[in-house]
């Protein structure tokens, strides 16, 4: 079984940056694709950026374009978001989600990641 977790959030001012991880572990298993959620109190579930790992290619929500960065070190098993210019809407819980298919446009779509997080916060308030 897969397991990831997530670290790296916090309370920061607006403006700021924080750099979320995500570490896999506990399986061999090729993961084709890795990306951020987030979740606001009383919202659902957003896509916020993916790679793929057979490739490389990265996607980004319209919301977080130019401000976030997702990267990978294959050595360490773990997955990085980059997050500049921090907005308060960009407060939420950031889940790390996994998954061994890539569905390419569908990518944002949360029911088609088989593995997940617990979540970290990520606060943005002055």
């Known amino acids: 079984q897969v397991q990831l977790v997530e670290s790296g959030g916090g309370l920061v001012q607006p403006g700021g940056s924080l750099r979320l991880s995500c570490a896999a572990s506990?399986?061999?298993?090729?993961?084709?694709?890795i990306g951020w959620f987030r979740q606001a109190p009383g919202k659902g579930r957003e896509a916020v950026s993916c790679?793929?790992?057979?490739?490389?290619?990265?996607y980004y929500a319209d919301s977080v374009k130019g401000r976030f960065t997702i990267s990978r070190d294959s050595a360490k098993n773990t997955v990085y978001l980059q997050m500049n210019s921090l907005q308060p809407e960009d407060t939420a819980v950031y889940y790390c989600?996994?998954?061994?298919?890539?569905?390419?446009?569908?990518?944002?779509?949360?029911?088609?990641?088989?593995?997940w997080g617990q979540g970290t916060q990520v606060t943005v308030s002055s």
């Open positions: 506990g399986s061999t298993l090729p993961l084709y694709v």
């Open positions: 790679i793929s790992t057979s490739d490389g290619n990265k």
């Open positions: 989600a996994a998954d061994p298919s890539w569905y390419g446009s569908a990518w944002y779509k949360p029911e088609l990641y088989d593995y």
